[in-house]
Every structure is written in structure tokens, then in C-alpha cells.
T-cell receptor
């Protein structure tokens, strides 16, 4: 079945440093979604990318969808302590309506 | 607040027991998804219902079952509980059956099996 892999699993940064997480799918995706889960919280939708090569920005967050629509990345510029949490990517599976989530990248930020 | 509610928030029970987790989706959402998240693990998809019908199945154990009722709320039943079933169980809802819009997650039910 479809696999969605994320690297790294953990990332520790000093406040102000940049952070990037990468998501790779074993199959071509029609879209990719990104979610953030704060410690002790539930996943919250951040963004959806649909087009090949698409780049979207949300303040300090930049999301990119690969040309082949099999990979994606989330880049955070100048991390802040509010950025801590686990970032998940999710891509639709061949089963319609089912999304496969990556294992997530957990970001910790040292003040 | 996502608009998705889950009860109970916490559940502590013993091995061999049976529990029921409840989820009410956002108003207007017809799809309900159940996920299991073990400690420091990702989100494992269990099952999806759309408008009362099972739509997709993931790695759901035979000891687990779910249903979606006419009012669209859903229940996840876990039986013959084992220590390894201890986890956070999330419910998420979505407007349609497809995968082109976001999922809204509930706050989760933390299950502890002793």
C-alpha cells in the first residue's frame, strides 16, 4: 500500500534558527495536506497543496509541493517557541477519502 | 475549537474489558474518521464512515469495531482490551467523502489499559 515518509523524526533547534521537514510518498499524490499537533493537543490543519511545483506561504512558514507530486516540504524561517509541536503531512490513499499520514516531525525550540 | 467533540476525555480500564468511545462530527460533516496515536507515534488510520456507511478501513483490529448513527455521531468499540491498546484515539470529521478538503480533529480520548 501507499507509504508516506517524513524526515527527520525529531529536530531540535535554537530559537531563531530555520527548520525544514520533508515528506515523501511512494505514489503520486493528487494533493498533500499539512497538520500541526501541539504537545498535548490534536492535529490542526495548516494547508493543502494541489498543483505540481506549488509554493504557498503563511507568514514564516513556506510549503512546497514537488514537481512530480510525490514529495513536499515545510520550511519555517526564524523559529519561535510557539512553533513547537509535531508536523504531519498527509496524502490521499488509493482508497477514496482516506488520507495516509506521515509519522511526523517533532520540533523542539530552545529559547 | 474544531467543532468535533469526543467523550470521554480520559478512560482508565483493565485488560480484557470493553469500552466505547464517542464522537460527534462538526455540523454538516458527513465523514467521520478514527485514528489511533500511541506514545510518540504517528496517526494510524483505523476506519472511516460516510453518511452511515463504512467507506474505508485501515489497520483496525478485529477486536475493534465502529459505527456511524443516523444523526452522524460515531462510536468506536474496543473489546478484549490489551495493554498495547493504551493510546490516544482521535476522531476527525470532513465535509464530504473525498480527500480534497481538510479534516477537523476532535480533542481525543486518552485510553489507559492497566
Amino acid at each position: 500500500g501507499q507509504q508516506v515518509m517524513q524526515i527527520p523524526q525529531y529536530q531540535h533547534v535554537q530559537e531563531g534558527e530555520d527548520f525544514t521537514t520533508y515528506c515523501n510518498s511512494s505514489t503520486t499524490l493528487s494533493n498533500i495536506q499539512w497538520y500541526k499537533q501541539r504537545p498535548g493537543g490534536h492535529p490542526v490543519f495548516l494547508i493543502q497543496l494541489v498543483k505540481s511545483g506549488e509554493v504557498k506561504k503563511q507568514k514564516r512558514l513556506t510549503f512546497q509541493f514537488g514537481e512530480a507530486k510525490k514529495n513536499s516540504s515545510l520550511h519555517i524561517t526564524a523559529t519561535q517557541t510557539t512553533d513547537v509541536g509535531t508536523y504531519f503531512c498527509a496524502g490521499p490513499d488509493t482508497n477514496a477519502g482516506k488520507s495516509t499520514f506521515g509519522d511526523g516531525t517533532t520540533l523542539t525550540v530552545k529559547p | 475549537d474544531s467543532g468535533v467533540t469526543q467523550t470521554p476525555k480520559h478512560l482508565i480500564t483493565a485488560t480484557g474489558q470493553r469500552v466505547t468511545l464517542r464522537c460527534s462530527p462538526r455540523s454538516g460533516d458527513l465523514s467521520v474518521y478514527w485514528y489511533q496515536q500511541s506514545l510518540d507515534q504517528g496517526l494510524q488510520f483505523l476506519i472511516q464512515y460516510y453518511n452511515g456507511e463504512e467507506r474505508a478501513k485501515g489497520n483496525i483490529l478485529e477486536r475493534f469495531s465502529a459505527q456511524q448513527f443516523p444523526d452522524l455521531h460515531s462510536e468506536l468499540n474496543l473489546s478484549s482490551l490489551e495493554l498495547g491498546d493504551s493510546a490516544l484515539y482521535f476522531c476527525a470529521s470532513r465535509e464530504g467523502a473525498g480527500d480534497h478538503n481538510e479534516q477537523f480533529f476532535g480533542p481525543g480520548t486518552r485510553l489507559t489499559v492497566l
